[in-house]
């Protein structure tokens, strides 16, 4: 299986800043590579498809960059509702999922 | 509007068969590979695998012995079915749609918590 190692497992961050995730994969994936939101009781969302392709209906503060085995996500200027549990997702070969990054408010 | 909707019971003895169903409105179920995924409490997410309306699966190794997954065009469901089951297979399981072209999974069902126990 390739695994996936998200950076950090956890951060603190205040309204506004800028925050950056990173995911890891252990083998190249090329950019099969997708990030999901999840907030708690909630079924996970798509943000960005394929490394880099923002979903219809995300804010643009989202985005993703990213090839081969080392991608990140970055959501620009945080907002209250993006504090919640981030996943990135290889769909290269049998699918996994990165351990998630909690982004908590400061 | 998509909408996936998952059904099954809450709870089930250890060793016996975990049977869920998703029923999808708003969409064509031939249209999209379908897949399953569950999250134990306060954990990540683990694909289950995935199922096209024509049948063709593809199953997480790691669960393949244990795993069944079929489509009702019919009735625009999908069934899983986990046989053996103990603790562990304790989660929330959620059905979703894959995009297509991206191999995403662009729609979700509200999940469901299966909770193993005697």
């Known amino acids: 299986d390739i695994q996936m190692t998200q950076s950090p497992s956890s951060l603190s961050a205040s309204v506004g800043d800028s925050v950056t995730i990173t995911c890891r994969a252990s083998q190249s994936i090329s950019t099969y590579l997708n990030w999901y939101q999840q907030k708690p009781g909630k079924a996970p969302e798509l943000l960005i498809y394929?490394?880099?392709s923002l979903q219809s209906g995300v804010p643009s503060r989202f985005s993703g960059s990213g090839s081969g085995t080392d991608f990140t996500l970055t959501i620009s200027s945080l907002q209250p509702e993006d504090f919640a549990t981030y996943y990135c997702?290889?769909?290269?070969?049998?699918?996994?999922f990165g351990q998630g990054t909690k982004v908590e408010i400061k | 509007q998509v909408l996936l909707q998952v059904s099954g019971p809450g709870l089930v003895k250890p060793s016996e068969t975990l049977s869920l169903t998703c029923t999808v409105s708003g969409a064509s179920i031939t249209s999209h590979y379908w897949t399953w995924i569950r999250q134990p409490p306060g954990k990540g997410l683990e694909l289950i695998g995935y199922i096209y309306y024509s049948g063709r699966t593809n199953y997480n190794p790691s669960l393949k012995s244990r795993v069944t997954m079929s489509v009702d065009t019919s009735k625009s469901q999908l069934s899983l079915k986990l046989a053996s089951v103990t603790a562990a297979d304790t989660a929330v399981y959620y059905c979703a749609r894959d995009s297509g072209s991206s191999s995403s999974l662009d729609r979700w069902g509200q999940g469901t918590l299966v909770t193993v126990s005697s």
């Open positions: 997702h290889q769909s290269y070969s049998t699918w996994t």
């Open positions: 394929a490394a880099s």
